[in-house]
């Protein structure tokens, strides 16, 4: 057999590669992780998931203060925010995460990191910063990074990305979010409640598009209630600096050609992904790759079958979730040469504006664009008491139920709903069936509970049916009605 430096070489030290790492090395391969970045652990820690829910979180905290008179306390009078204060706590986070994701850590467990760019120069060997090195397997997990859309200077701005907005110390008065995605909600809402007035443009017809427009239309209702400006159906054409200020050429609405100037003091554009494959030579190896990334099967192996492609270069779902999950199936495939295969059928996520919007399988949209009949069964949460007693009873959980009683999906719109999809992740992927959840006994007061009532609606409507009254008059003579009340004519 070919002697080979390494058993395993990782690119990129993000969630996808740190989770293929501590497994290898784990299992006794011989593994290095190379980044280019400098540091491990990825956007995710950087630039993307631990930065923004910090955020978020310190603008909740804000978003609460504000409502205290709702909680029959003092209404209190909020000074202005200091933006660097919260992002020294962003930092923080992030530091205190970094060291379960230091080098030393992963020395500890087996596995080499070199800090620099590779290139390959064949399929096995590549050159990092003049140091050559080969492996029997590799895996490119190098990420994605803001794809900036085609408008015209805006690279004259000094456009924010998910890259520097964190590094940003002062609160700008009037923020301009461009992308109406997952990343665009979540942080335009942040900033909102910090104190900007933000005017959010998304070209499509619907915030958060993959999801049910109902429930996109309640996350609208929200941040415009919060005060933000939402403007969908706009596209964005130019963008100019004139001194302190950015001012966006946008066109939208049936009548396009109409040409309107929005002004703010800075910029975020969160308008997509784009792989990371430039420098790596890919070519060298013989590996393809297209603008959605580097394609692979499901055993995540690109078309060189010891060359693994795991996490947002893949172009799949860009999750550092999936991204751990992908290298978990890269990891059986490579090191322990088992034939494992990704499934997404059941892959969750969740939009961390507020409320919530947590998601699984089947939605409305996806189930009807792939023909399946379904039912949705809706309970809301101003029909929850715990709900009621914390005061949060915006939202609704759809559950998605196929002809013959499968549960296909379950979308959530609500506080905590991050924390209550566990429920249906758990359900998901243990095959339950809704008459197990819907015959579990929950904590009460609790917003879980919900997830049980709409289990349960599928069975209400058989179970208190007038065929079954009947039966059961007729077995045990039950006398029926003890009690009616007039209904008024709604008639007239
Ligand atoms: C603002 C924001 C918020 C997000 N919030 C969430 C969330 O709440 N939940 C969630 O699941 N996902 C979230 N994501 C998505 C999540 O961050 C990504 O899906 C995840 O980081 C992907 O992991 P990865 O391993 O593929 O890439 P990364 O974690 O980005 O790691 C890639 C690594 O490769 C390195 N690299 C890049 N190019 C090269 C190269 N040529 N050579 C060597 N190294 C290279 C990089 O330095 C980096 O360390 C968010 C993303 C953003 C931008």
Known sequence: MKAFDYDLGILGGGAAGLTAAAGA???????????????????CLHHGCVPSKTLIRSAQVWALARRTAEFGLPPLQLPPVELGTVMDRVAEVIARIQEHDSPER????????IF?????????????????????SWIIATGSRPALPPVAGLETVAAWTNETVFAQRRLPQRLLVLGGGPIGVELAQAFQRLGSAVTL????????????????????????AEGMKVRLNTKALRAERAGNEVRLTVTSGPEAGTEETLTGDALLVAAGRRPNVEGLELEAAGVDYGPGGIPTDARLRTNQKHIYACGDVNGVYPFTHVAGYEAGIALTNSVMHLPRKADYGKVPWCTYCDPELASIGLNEKRATAQGIDFRVLTERFSDNDRALAEGETEGCLKLLVGANGKPLGCQILGHGAGELIHQWVAAFSGGTRLSTLAGAIHPYPTLGEIGKRAAGAYFTDKLFSDRTRTILRLLFQLKGRACAVEEPDRSR
């Open 116 to 136: 620099g760019t590779p290139h390959f120069l064949d399929d096995h060997q590549l050159e990092v910063d003049g140091q050559r090195l080969t492996a029997r």
């Open 201 to 224: 443009v998304e070209f499509t017809g619907q915030l958060l598009p993959a999801e049910d427009e109902d429930l996109a239309v309640l996350v609208q209702a929200r941040l415009e």
């Open 25 to 43: 090395a784990q299992l006794g391969a011989k593994t290095v992780i190379i980044d280019r970045a400098g540091k491990l652990g990825g956007d």
């Open 106 to 113: 992963f020395c500890r467990l087996g596995a080499a990191t």
